[in-house]
């Protein structure tokens, strides 16, 4: 495991997984090596998230997942108070992360493990994952 990233106990998540595919496993269950995977453009270096199949910038189809530090900072955040998903505990975070790899590179997340009064902008993140079946790791944020 990276010294970027730790991993969360073993939980049985009330969170709705995603269904894992050739073309999202690099993302949901990279997390198992405990580095956030996301794809790098091989021609011009432009990290890109979410998921496609040509690069944004320079339109190569050179593409490949390599992990991220995994660190960045809070550029957005609301407190979730409604009960929308049964059995997940409210309020809770909903998060814009920007990563540390380049200005654009944003992740809407949850920071289950920071006091939501904690929470502020600019605020200093590092991932972690939380491990479900299927080897799913999802990657979720808390403050440094």
């Not at 320079?58 to 407190?79: E, K, M, W």
């Not at 505990?89 to 289950?112: G, S």
Request: charged share 20%; net charge neutral.
């Amino acid at each position: 495991m990276s010294d970027t990233a730790t991993a969360a106990p073993k939980a049985a998540s009330r969170r709705a997984l995603p269904r894992i595919t050739e073309v999202n496993a690099y993302f949901w269950c990279g997390g198992a090596d405990g580095n956030l995977h996301l794809l790098q453009c091989g021609a011009c270096k432009t990290w890109i998230h979410p998921y496609a199949a040509r690069c944004p910038k320079c339109r190569s189809a050179d593409i490949a997942p390599q992990p991220v530090s995994g660190r960045g900072h809070v550029v957005g955040f609301t407190v979730n108070a409604q009960p929308w998903i049964p059995g997940v505990e409210v309020p809770y975070v909903v998060a814009m992360v920007q990563l540390d790899e380049q200005p654009d590179l944003r992740m809407v997340t949850n920071m289950p493990r920071t006091p939501i009064a904690d929470v502020h902008i600019g605020q200093r993140v590092k991932v972690f994952f939380e491990p479900n079946p299927n080897d799913i790791f999802l990657p979720l944020f808390e403050a440094e």
